[in-house]
């Protein structure tokens, strides 16, 4: 895409106008106020695929007079979810370590049984077979969308005479042609959408190529899986910048593959990122992101190979790892993370019909809603942006002019966030303006002032905050054999769990037992392993299809009675509990029960403790 020059701010005359000019009309900029904060909004993988013109004309365009945005994205989704292009491209890894069947040294028959016509020659190949079809052509601008399933080899990945077709070819074309119908679907300009699509084919031939060099060698290295899976973020990233522009708005795309100095290979022993590596990421990514001027810089999520490997380091969720770091270097007004749901409710919305949204959340709370099962910010990619006091807002790209929900980074005032939460609300019109930290706490500061003439109103207000359900848990329980309990029974248990890899979400000890709660995501060969190995220690029993559900709330620490509520509450819905858990911050509390019994379960305590009272009917109990 052309890319026109355009003016930086840093070139305005040292005296500020008293009203910042407008943007050229061709091409949409971010503003030229030199007063304007950063804004940082990352958009998910579905986000990308389905509403990539929304996310243009619906909220980009509308936050860039008053902001400097920055735009994050994921690999785009498919048009299944096999088809995604970080399922794709994790199968195309796949398949470049399949052994290829061997030709036969003597005769081949085909499948019929018949001699094949080909006549082998001395070592085993097919002499005189036809050639494979030549490079497809690229395609022209007049070439109609139909031919987006062409293969486009290049010489190094075009089989030779007696060489099979490798299977990964299939799954790149499927890439290929996904990002060809998308750009044939959302792009209108044809001319964008000619180099976008040159684009596309210059990324799937050298994926081809990275896959043809692996299967040679027979090996995919976590930091070539790295690499392979970066490039759904460069394809999404291209693909959003094309869809910005053809909406008229000055996007300029940002690969940050090389943005890691390579010095920092050799600081780190054991593979192990302090957070310093992440600090200097940080600044990294934010002195290449103000490069690009008043252009809206499109920033892909995966930031290159690092000290043993992205993947192992962060996982899949890194995207929203440099998202969080890009804020923390620009010094972001605020990260906007942007979904297909309004924000963190009380309850799964799908679940528990009377599930009320949740307009501020503090980050505790949302570290804990993560871990048990809703789907808010990964706690780690949380902690880097609070830790510099940028607030988090959950948005909804269907629904943009929604407030979502605020993780609020100041935990003094807590307890008076959520009326300044309602108060905003009740004022918002349109698009919510991103509020400062500064404002925010003033706000909480004049809320604690009207609450301290009123106290009892105010500890009227208190509730815990959300209940939530994590299902596909299996509970192991382990008693000591021995008569005389060895002091090495809980470090045998925990050893074996540190050898197997196991992540325990739950647990519950005595002298002689120990419950733990783990994810149903173990392979049966290697669950019955651990099994083996956990008898060693004691008589070990086995129950599956258990849910956690976890009772999450900073306020419960002063709430009288909410354990002995909840689990009464469970009692009379007639809902066995098989263990009991509560973490030593006391905002959380937590137990397992069958599965079958989850969505019962959830609607209950959602009722029970954390519905509203009606003004006069407050019972005592919840004090």
Known sequence: MSTSSSPSSSSSSSERSPSPPKTPPNLHQNSIDPESKWLVQKFGGTSVGKFPVQIASEVVAKYVDSNKVAVVCSARSGTSKALGTTNLLLRAASEALVRRPKPPTSVLNSPDGTMSPYPLGLFGQIKDMPHSPPETPRRSRSSSAEDANALSLTPLT?????????????????????????????????DIRQELEEEVDKDCDWLRSFLFASQVINEVSPRSKDSIIGLGERLACKFMTAVLRDQGIDAEYVSLEDVVPEEDDAVFENDTLDQSFYDKVAQAVGERVKQCGRRVPVVTGFFGPIPGSLLTQVGRGYTDLLSALLSVGLEASELQIWKEVDGIFTADPRKVPTARLLPIISPDEAAELTYYGSEVVHPFTMEQAIRC?????????????????????????????????????????????????????EMAQQAAHRHAHNSALYHHKKFPTAVTIKERIVVINVNSNRKSVSHGFLAGIFGTLDRFGVVVDLISTSEVHVSMAIEDALAQKLLDRLIMELKKSGSVSVHRHMAILSLVGREMRHLVGIAGRMFTTLGNGNVNIEMISQGASEINISCVIEGKDAVKALNLIHQSCLQLPTPGKMGPWLF
């Open 158 to 190: 075009v089989p030779q005479r007696g060489q099979i077709m490798p299977t990964f070819n299939t799954t790149v074309d499927l890439i290929r042609q996904e990002h060809f119908k998308a750009a044939a679907d959302f792009i209108s300009d044809p």
């Open 389 to 441: 006091k940028i607030p988090i807002r959950i948005k909804n790209v269907e629904n943009p002019t929604g407030g979502g929900t605020l993780i609020f980074p100041d935990s003094e005032h807590d307890s008076d966030l959520l009326e300044v939460s309602q108060e905003l609300d009740a004022n918002k019109s349109g698009i919510p303006e991103p509020i400062s930290h500064s404002q925010l706490h």
